[in-house]
């Protein structure tokens, strides 16, 4: 008949396997991440332009979205010089007309930042709200989990090794 302690090792041994390959199994699955750039609820005036400006400083994916209190607005996604060329006139950018919408942008760059530039035009008699967020999103590698993970599965290998030669050794003695 297996000992008391034998039996406990083994249930150790199986608890400690287990969570550890859960654990590095968890820690496969990225971590989605966000920081808000941008928050913000503003007027625009009837037949008025307004914009808004997130200074970006890493590259990465960038997501906006907003909405409308009122009907429909004209919007359009600008980022860095192209702002200037519009405002100059030498730039026409596509406008989107909802009463909401969502951005999706991929930045890459060196040392320096940009700024994006968010811009409306109501294109209606009354004045509107509208609120904007813009927000860098990223992945990220839960290494805690990962770590623990490795260590749980050698620390329950070693303990199996370790419980089967003094079973072994337990057993030559009484032979």
């Known amino acids: 008949m297996p000992e008391k302690g034998v039996i406990s ?10 969570l550890g390959t859960f654990l590095i199994m968890k820690s496969m699955t990225p971590l989605e991440r966000k920081d808000v750039v941008l928050n913000d609820t503003f007027s625009v005036a009837a037949h008025k332009y307004e914009n808004r400006t997130a200074w970006v400083d890493s590259s990465g994916e960038y997501f906006a979205s907003f909405t409308v209190s009122e009907g429909t607005i004209r919007s359009s996604l600008m980022v860095g010089e192209i702002f200037s060329l519009w405002t100059e006139g030498k730039y026409e950018p ?4 909802s009463d909401q919408g969502d951005y999706g942008t991929g930045i890459s760059m060196g040392n320096e930042g940009v700024t994006i530039y968010f811009v409306f035009f109501n294109n209606d008699t009354f004045t509107k709200q509208v609120h904007l967020e813009a927000s860098r999103a990223w992945q990220e590698t ?16 070693a303990t199996g090794v370790v419980l089967v030669y003094r079973q072994k050794s ?5 032979e």
């Open 9 to 18: 090792g083994c249930v150790m041994v199986i608890a400690m396997l287990s």
């Open 94 to 97: 596509d406008w989107i007309e």
């Open 142 to 157: 839960d290494y805690i989990d990962l770590y623990g993970g490795i260590v749980l599965v050698l620390s329950g290998t």
């Open 170 to 174: 337990f057993r030559a003695n009484f």
